[in-house]
């Protein structure tokens, strides 16, 4: 006798189906991929905790789930402003490798890289309130209407394009021409070769005067507290971490959709760095060794006190 199969949701797939899009909406706002899955799995719970009535009611699910995840983000943007002020060292957002590349992480939580994802976007989205980079991503990254951003963060539609106003020109503020992809490729594997062959000069050359590279580390892995400025300072630096870690193997990889570089032991991703470069200098490093933040690189935890 065959055994009943149990009922399908009709709407499931369509409901899972704004996983991908409410993944991508959750990491630019909260740099996060780590953070960005639990606001998604939390809008879920909050979909299914409903009755059906209550589901069918909803005239469009995907622009619901939207709403609750930005809201859910918004709250969590304020707590992170708290926990970043008292992180040990600089906060770097998490960098993501390309898509094809990214391990131990469910395909559906691929983020999509873009301009809007680049490190140096991100960095300056650290630096807005809560309401402003909400409404700003809303409106400018994903082409909300005002009216809509304003259900959502709870203000007026005009008080939201004022938001948005003010986040963009923060960016404005901070914006410097990056590089052609194909120049920034190349410099990048300039200063890898230079740093593998720990050529100052060359290092010196490659770096604006007044470059910086700031550190993110976690757990037992130990960073730089504060941001090492000035061209000969980082080379300095850079060379002491060279022979600190001789072991390790520098490979290029992008990272958040730029070129970047990537450290290696035994096949294990140790460090990801990620680079602002205008004209033909590099004017800032992130280097990113946090364990939390290396999942999609395929960190080995039991290694992080390397």
């Keep these: 006798m065959a055994i009943p199969s149990e009922p399908v949701d009709p709407g499931l797939s369509v409901i899972m189906g704004e996983r991908r899009q409410l993944i991508n909406l959750a990491y630019r706002m909260l740099g996060s991929l780590a953070d960005a899955e639990d606001v998604v799995q939390e809008t879920y719970a909050r979909w299914y905790a409903m009755s059906r009535p209550e589901q069918d009611a909803i005239v469009s699910p995907g622009a619901w789930l939207t709403r609750v995840a930005s809201r859910i983000?918004?709250?969590?943007?304020?707590?992170?402003?708290?926990r970043r002020e008292t992180y040990v060292g600089e906060w770097v957002p998490e960098p993501l490798p390309e898509p094809t590349e990214w391990t131990s992480v469910d395909p559906a939580d691929r983020v999509t890289l873009d301009e809007s994802v680049n490190m140096a976007f991100l960095v300056v989205l650290e630096s807005m309130t809560p309401a402003e980079r909400v409404a700003f991503i809303l409106h400018d990254v994903f082409r909300y209407a005002f009216a809509e951003v304003a259900e959502i963060v709870g203000r007026t539609p005009a008080a939201c394009r004022q938001l948005a106003s003010s986040a963009r020109r923060r960016i404005r503020?901070?914006?410097?021409?990056?590089?052609?992809?194909?120049?920034?490729?190349?410099?990048?594997?300039?200063?890898?070769h230079a740093l593998e062959a720990g050529d100052v000069t060359a290092l010196i050359g490659l770096l604006d005067p007044?470059?910086?590279?700031?550190?993110?580390?976690?757990?037992?892995?130990?960073?730089?507290?504060?941001?090492?400025?000035?061209?000969?300072?980082?080379?300095?630096?850079?060379?002491?971490?060279r022979d600190r870690f001789h072991g390790q193997t520098l490979l290029e990889r992008t990272v958040n959709g730029q070129p970047g570089l990537v450290a290696q032991e035994d096949g294990v991703t140790m460090t990801v760095f990620a680079f602002e470069i205008t004209d033909h200098r590099i004017?800032?490093?992130?280097?990113?060794?946090?364990?939390?933040?290396?999942?999609?690189?395929?960190?080995d935890i039991t290694q992080e006190g390397r």
Excluded: M, Y
């Design 73 to 82: 983000c918004l709250n969590v943007l304020s707590s992170a402003r708290v």
């Design 173 to 192: 503020d901070a914006h410097t021409p990056a590089a052609p992809a194909s120049r920034q490729a190349r410099i990048v594997k300039d200063f890898k």
């Design 210 to 241: 007044g470059a910086t590279v700031t550190s993110d580390g976690g757990g037992l892995v130990r960073a730089a507290l504060h941001p090492v400025e000035g061209a000969e300072r980082i080379v300095r630096s850079l060379l002491r971490l």
């Design 283 to 299: 004017t800032h490093i992130w280097a990113v060794r946090n364990p939390d933040k290396l999942r999609p690189w395929g960190v």
